[in-house]
């Protein structure tokens, strides 16, 4: 089950419509629409609004499962280098893999 399907089927059973969702986070209806109708995710920033806003941890709207103790908790820092790397072209993509594999070899010797 992809994110944007977890997130509508917690909606549905907890029979919260996408106005109320909307009225609950302060993001737009047309926004969450567009999350079911093309099929698309929320963004980072806006994942924790709307987990709160229905009463579900992070974890389980990501991944479908609750946390774990073993689980890694990315910090904010970390969740913008993800979206920053979502964001850039394939090559750069490929550059940056490249450069941190370098550098981990690096620290590891």
Same mark, same amino acid.
């Given at each position: ?37 093309? +099929? ?14 229905? *009463?579900?941890?992070? %974890? ?7 946390? %774990? ?21 394939? *090559? ?9 594999? +370098?550098? %981990?070899?690096?620290?590891? *010797?």
């Amino acid at each position: 089950m992809t994110i944007n399907e977890r997130l509508f089927k917690v909606m549905n059973d907890k029979g919260i419509s996408i106005r109320e969702l909307s009225r609950r986070t302060g993001i737009t209806a047309s926004t969450i629409s567009d999350w079911n109708t093309k +099929h698309t995710n929320p963004t980072a920033e806006k994942i924790p609004v709307v987990c709160d806003a229905l *009463g579900i941890t992070t %974890s389980y709207l990501l991944r479908g499962k609750e946390e %774990s103790k073993t689980d890694y908790v990315f910090t904010d820092e970390e969740i913008n280098l993800i979206e920053a790397f979502r964001n850039t072209d394939d *090559g750069a993509k490929k550059r940056l893999l490249a450069y941190f594999k +370098h550098m %981990s070899k690096k620290k590891e *010797g």
